[in-house]
């Protein structure tokens, strides 16, 4: 005991020094709590980033999910892995019960395999092949409204007999599947002929009262789908010319086969095949041919007694058929139909089938046939699939006729009678259509409920309550489906068939048809989750259902003692038995095959009442939906019948566009025109044996990679469809918008209420709507109206800058009305794109541009000359600044030299004048008597010898437009000043550019070597590039803004020293001329400035020209002339003329005591005219005083000056010996020029200085030319418009 204290007494200690040790520690008392703890973790994490997707996408009722987007999809059919007969063999006991069952499940299996084969992977080949553009006269390819129906397939350039040959393999294949299909109908028949027969024990103990009708329903279904082949075929007319031509083309190798490459006996077994495919196929009778087939036991003696002429049978059949036509037209045409339409083909498929095969030994049932003839009253057509339509009468006519009285419709008058129920149907198309939205709309609220439906808040009703009104929620919708796609396929399929346009007030009705599909289907997605959740109980609700009502009979019989059991009860016992062992498994379309037999076998009409009866098939079929729900949603939801109206689909979108409230319709709209790709991407030659092969026994064909062909078929007809939603909804939207903008902002800047007069749609709605997904194309309406509003405000910015305020306050309109957006211009105040030209175009038209510009020297802008336009355009300092930020600040160097080849070009006309005879001699003439009078005249040239000398000049002659000489000297001089001011712009517009883009740089003084930095770091290669590149840009811009280049100086001194020269002595006399032309100038300014005011034929109006003042100022500069026009003391002696006029006036006035009312006015108009001639010459004076300012010099330029100037002497005082040589030498070119009487050569001016340098290349513009080899300027014209 002591030790057994001690041991513990150190666990104790131990277990406490441990507990110390990891104390603070959190380690998980085991690894799987820690993995779950992490797992929950991440669980709720992943919640929440789900939960914050959820709200951002905004699920609601409203908004169409797109499946195709789902990552993960779910798939709640019943998969099973046991077979039929491990199925069955469960029980032992009966074993040839089990062997029937067996047989009949089996081939009920075999044959929906046959028909869901022909569904997926022949029906869409078949309607597709062949698909072309067509020019619409073929009847098949007239839609509603007899317009071609595949406007928008692309032309395929395939010749028909190669495609043909390509499918070849696909139509083998298509041939095995018939070969396959006839061997078990043959099966089915030869079965049922040996168990329905009067010496066949099995008859007469169990099966007499046995109704099998499951393997009738499945025979029909495969009848049916011999039925659409033979439709699809005869309607495509492609596959008939595909064939002829290939036909055609074995001729020719047959003809010469070593020269195909073919060996002969290859080519026989090749004919043969296609003699097989010919006859089976090609011909359209492939229904035709299965029902003809000779029915009966391989090598049986008595095939006839055993089939043909077996009563049991026949009766059997009959039976069969009466019961099946009174299910299908039971609820034919209701409200509510809870079977496909195509179960009608299947009776009458069946009814053929009865017809052939007991055609000889009884009588056809009247009554039977005028109950099939009379359902084309309720259902005239039936699409089948594609274009392929089924009509009844005609079907019955062709396998099954019967000539009797009494039928209706009358044979004669079953077209009529189509026409009718076409009528009728687009009379009550739009009540219909009304009336199944309210039942959509209502059964859309009922599911979003039914999903967050509790137990708590089902009202106490518990768990099977609750399961049952989600299961009738669920096969509710699939049979609203079914009802709607039956009435939109019925009404395309008649007017295509009839040829019939559609009415223009059913084509909204029919859009809403198939928008409503589509909604249910969305509906059905977004409730996946309570489906999948919900889906098994449903099936375990539904079998338990059957397993409660088949349980009584069954314990009944299991309650029977032996000695009373006869060997039909036992097989009724047995089949009781295997159906409630197969209702405890997964219902597979296997297992309910088995179970509908042994239901069958179990005669449950028999020992059950009526409405139990009921409950069991009902549960059945109920069964049947909700194992197979999801495909038979997919096929009822299926909208690929717009395809052949796709005609219409503009009409569809123009509607929605009338109708902005409708625009909730659009993404369902976007959504069932997307189940065309189903249609169009089957066009494929592979045959379907191949693709399982590579599948690895996948039984659909779609699921490998599409044909090219294919993809062009679904590209082009994403294209038709994306360009009607442009030109029925974007273009018009964006157009509406556009226009309720402009009238609404017009109706405040003009005042006018009248021009909002007219009612706009509410366009909101439009862009509520988030981005569309049309295949792989995302459409956002409000992304493509507001990019179309934006590129229109910019371009009509662009054109009239003035109004950018306008389209600013458009653009904050779009913003407040519609939420669109909008992105700014950034476009200059008065861009140079706009109201200015550029300067690229200034330069290029120079000589244009100063002629029809006048200029502002204290602004520094450019004013167009007025004629009789309402807007003049201006340039200015800002205009120049944007064209030198577009083309780089290289353009101003080239500027400067256009314009120093334009003065040349204008001195030129300038010498060519002074040294004219006439004017020469008056302005000699002029100096002279100045001289011999100053002292008398106070050293002032007068005003009255200035306008005396402007008379003179007239006298020489004038021109059309009544300009004399001396106004086209004038216009010399201005356009001269002109171009220097134009040359000072550019100056101060490239100061303004530098300014601000020097702006961003923090220290001038201090500028980082970027290219050293890089380099210390050891950087990439592209980084020291890149640094470099900075460096330089960097430097540019100082340089450019610490430059001080005066671009005048530079002007005068380059060609100042070649008019210093001797044979431009004339132009010394250049001073004398400066009065008449400032009196000349004087008027002009009056009369301009006076026909501003006037609104219609003012002719030239002008408030400015400030570059006749810098002309002559440059003048007189370049001349060195400054000097001699001072001493003429002109302003002053104009200020003493009108001083001294006003005075006369003055003391005339005081000694005329009276005076009359003319001489008044007289004496007003010229006091009038003296104070206009002093205005005017006091601005002229400012301006001439100011432009001097701009050629100034300072004190060392002077000194530099004087100096220049005495070396000129001492070089011309050595050369005058030279020069008067060279006078007497006959050749001289000046000297004979001169004796000639004609201007001295332009070859005087020297080329431009280096101080200028040319252009770079970058600019585009070439260096102007050697002033001798200047060209003409071009003919006078308008400047070009400036770039849009």
């Given amino acids: 005991m002591a030790d057994t204290k001690m041991n513990g007494g150190l666990a104790s200690r131990r277990d406490s020094n441990m507990d110390e040790f990891f104390n603070g520690v959190n380690l998980p008392d085991a690894p799987a709590t820690d993995l779950t703890e992490k797992m929950k973790n991440f669980v709720l994490e992943h919640e929440t980033a789900l939960h914050e997707l959820y709200k951002v996408l905004g699920e609601d009722v409203g908004e169409s999910w797109d499946a195709e987007l789902d990552p993960i999809g779910i798939d709640v059919t019943p998969i099973d892995q046991e077979t039929v007969l491990t199925m069955v063999n469960m029980y032992e006991d009966n074993p040839q019960f089990n062997k029937i069952v067996t047989v009949f499940a089996h081939l009920a299996e075999e044959m929906r395999d046959l028909v869901e084969l022909a569904e997926t992977s022949f029906y869409g080949t078949l309607t597709m092949f062949g698909h072309r553009e067509h020019d619409g006269d073929d009847d098949h390819d007239t839609k509603a409204g007899n317009h071609n129906s595949d406007s928008h397939s692309p032309t395929i350039n395939i010749d028909p007999e190669m495609e043909m040959g390509e499918f070849i393999p696909f139509f083998q294949d298509l041939v095995n599947w018939i070969q396959r299909a006839q061997n078990v109908m043959q099966n089915v028949i030869c079965q049922l002929a040996c168990l329905y027969h009067a010496r066949q024990k099995l008859y007469t103990t169990t099966f007499k009262n046995v109704r099998m009708l499951p393997i009738f329903e499945s025979l029909g279904a495969l009848c049916r789908v011999m039925v659409t082949f033979d439709a699809i075929i005869a309607d495509n007319p492609a596959i008939a010319d595909g064939w002829h031509q290939y036909k055609r083309m074995i001729k020719y190798v047959r003809s010469d086969p070593a020269g195909y490459g073919v060996e002969e006996g290859q080519l026989r077994v090749f004919e043969g095949l296609l003699v097989r495919l010919d006859r089976k196929v090609l011909n359209a009778t492939i229904f035709e041919d299965a029902v003809s087939q000779e029915f009966g036991l391989p090598g049986a003696v008595s095939n006839e007694s055993l089939v043909g002429g077996n009563k049991v049978l026949y009766e059997e059949f009959t039976e069969a ?751 004398i001329i400066v009065p008449p032309l400032t009196f000349n100038f004087v008027e002009k300014m009056s009369i301009q400035k006076e026909r501003i005011s006037k609104k219609s034929g003012r002719g030239e109006a002008s408030f400015t020209d400030d570059g006749f003042a810098l002309g002559l100022v440059y003048l007189l500069k370049l001349l060195d002339q400054d000097t001699a026009f001072d001493s003429l003391h002109w302003f002053n002696a104009v200020k003493d003329f009108v001083s001294e006029k006003k005075n006369e006036i003055a003391a005339a006035k005081s000694k005329r005591a009276k005076s009359n009312s003319t001489d008044m006015q007289h004496v007003q108009l010229t006091i009038k005219r003296l104070h206009n001639i002093r205005r005017e010459f006091e601005l002229l004076y400012y301006s001439f005083t100011g432009a001097r300012i701009f050629f100034s010099e300072s004190n060392e330029e002077k000194k530099k000056e004087e100096e220049s100037s005495n070396e000129e002497k001492k070089q011309e005082i050595a050369n005058n010996s030279q020069e008067n040589h060279a006078a007497k030498v006959p050749g001289d070119p000046g000297v004979a020029a001169a004796a000639a009487g004609a201007p001295p050569p332009p070859s005087g001016i020297p080329s431009p200085p280096a101080a200028v340098p040319p252009p770079p290349s970058a600019a585009g513009i070439p260096p102007p030319p050697a002033l001798g080899e200047i060209p003409p300027p071009p003919a006078a014209g308008l400047l070009p418009p400036p770039p849009s």
């Avoid at 009379?427 to 009922?446: A, C, G, N, P, Q």
């Fill in 321 to 1071: 058929l009466r019961r099946l036509l009174k299910k299908t037209s039971a609820g034919l045409g209701a409200d509510v139909e809870t079977y496909p339409r195509t179960t009608v083909v299947e009776l009458f498929a069946l009814y053929a089938l009865y017809r052939r095969v007991f055609a000889a030994s009884s009588k056809p049932d009247k009554y039977m046939f005028k109950g099939l003839w009379e359902i084309q009253l309720k259902l005239p057509i039936v699409l089948l699939h594609g274009r392929a339509m089924w009509f009844p009468g005609k079907f019955l006519d062709d396998h099954a006729p019967l000539k009797t009285s009494g039928l209706n419709p009358n044979p004669a008058q079953v077209a009529k009678k189509r026409r009718e129920y076409l009528r009728s149907l687009d009379d009550d198309f739009r009540s219909k259509t009304e009336e199944i939205y309210m039942h959509v709309m209502l059964w859309m609220v009922r599911m979003e409920s039914r999903q967050t439906l509790t137990l708590s808040s089902a009202g106490g009703r518990g768990m099977d309550a609750l399961l049952s009104s989600r299961g009738k929620l669920l096969i509710n919708g699939l049979l609203l489906a079914n009802q709607i796609r039956n009435l939109l396929t019925t009404s395309i399929s008649l007017h295509l068939a009839l040829q019939i346009p559609i009415l223009p007030k059913n084509v909204r009705p029919l859009a809403v048809l198939a928008e409503l599909l589509k909604a249910i289907q969305a509906t059905y997605h977004r409730s996946s989750k309570m489906i999948a959740e919900n889906i098994a109980h449903l099936i375990g609700q539904t079998l338990f259902q059957l397993k409660r009502l088949v349980a009584p009979i069954r314990q009944g019989l299991q309650n029977t003692s032996s000695s009373r059991m006869t060997p039909g009860k036992i097989d009724v016992l047995s089949a009781l038995n295997l159906a409630v062992a197969c209702l405890d498994g997964t219902p597979t379309a296997a297992r309910r095959s088995v179970i509908e037999v042994s239901l069958c076998v179990a005669q449950l009409r028999k020992s059950m009442r009526s409405a139990t009866y009921d409950d069991v098939q009902y549960n059945l079929w109920k069964l049947d939906l909700l194992s197979s729900f999801q495909q038979k949603l997919t096929h009822a939801c299926n909208c690929d019948c717009l395809y052949w109206i796709a005609d219409v689909i503009p009409v569809f979108f123009t509607d929605i566009f009338k109708n902005p409230d409708q625009v909730t319709r659009i993404p369902y709209l976007l959504a069932a025109l997307r189940d065309c790709q189903n249609l169009l991407l089957a066009y494929d030659p592979t045959p379907p044996s191949a693709t399982l092969i590579q599948n690895g026994g996948v039984k659909t064909a779609l699921q490998h990679a599409p044909n090219a062909q294919a993809k062009a078929f679904l590209e082009a007809f994403r294209s038709e469809v994306l360009g009607h939603f442009e030109e029925q909804i974007i273009k018009p939207l964006a157009r509406e918008v556009e226009n309720d903008l402009r009238l609404h902002i017009h109706s405040v800047v003009l005042q006018q209420s009248s021009l909002r007069t007219v009612k706009f749609k509410d366009l909101r709605k439009f862009f509520e709507m988030r981005p569309l997904k049309f295949f792989d194309v995302m459409v956002d309406v409000k992304e493509r109206v507001t990019h179309y509003l934006d590129t229109t405000f910019y371009n009509l910015t662009t054109v009239t800058l003035h109004d950018w305020r306008i389209y600013a306050e458009m653009r904050n309109l779009a913003y407040e009305q519609y939420g669109l957006k909008m992105a700014e211009v950034h476009l200059p105040g008065s861009s140079h794109y706009s109201e200015g030209l550029d300067i690229l175009e200034i330069m290029r038209n120079i000589h244009i541009f100063v002629s029809r510009y006048n200029y502002n020297m204290n602004t520094q802008m450019f004013v167009e000359q007025a004629t009789d336009q309402k807007h003049l355009n201006t340039i200015s300092i800002q205009h120049i600044a944007d064209s030198i930020r577009t083309h780089g600040t290289g353009i101003m160097n080239t500027t400067i030299n256009f314009t120093y080849q334009f003065l040349g070009r204008k001195l030129m006309l300038f010498s060519e004048f002074l040294f004219d005879d006439h004017i020469k001699s008056r302005l000699i003439k002029d100096i002279s008597w100045f001289k011999d009078n100053n002292e008398k005249l106070k050293n002032k040239y007068p005003f009255v010898r200035a306008e005396k000398f402007n008379r003179a000049i007239r006298k020489l002659g004038v021109t059309k437009k009544g300009e004399t000489y001396l106004d086209k000297f004038r216009r010399i001089i201005t356009e001269i000043g002109n171009a220097l001011g134009y040359v000072r712009t550019v100056r101060s517009a490239g100061m303004q550019y530098s300014s601000n883009a020097i702006k961003f740089i923090p220290d001038l003084e201090d500028i980082v070597e970027f290219a050293e930095l890089v380099e210390e770091q050891k950087l990439s290669d592209e980084t020291k590039e890149s640094c470099s590149n900075l460096d330089s840009v960097l430097k540019s811009l100082t340089d450019s803004f610490g430059g001080n280049t005066e671009y005048l100086k530079i002007l005068v001194n380059v060609i100042k020293p070649a008019l210093q020269k001797e044979r431009f002595r004339h132009l010394r006399n250049f001073h």
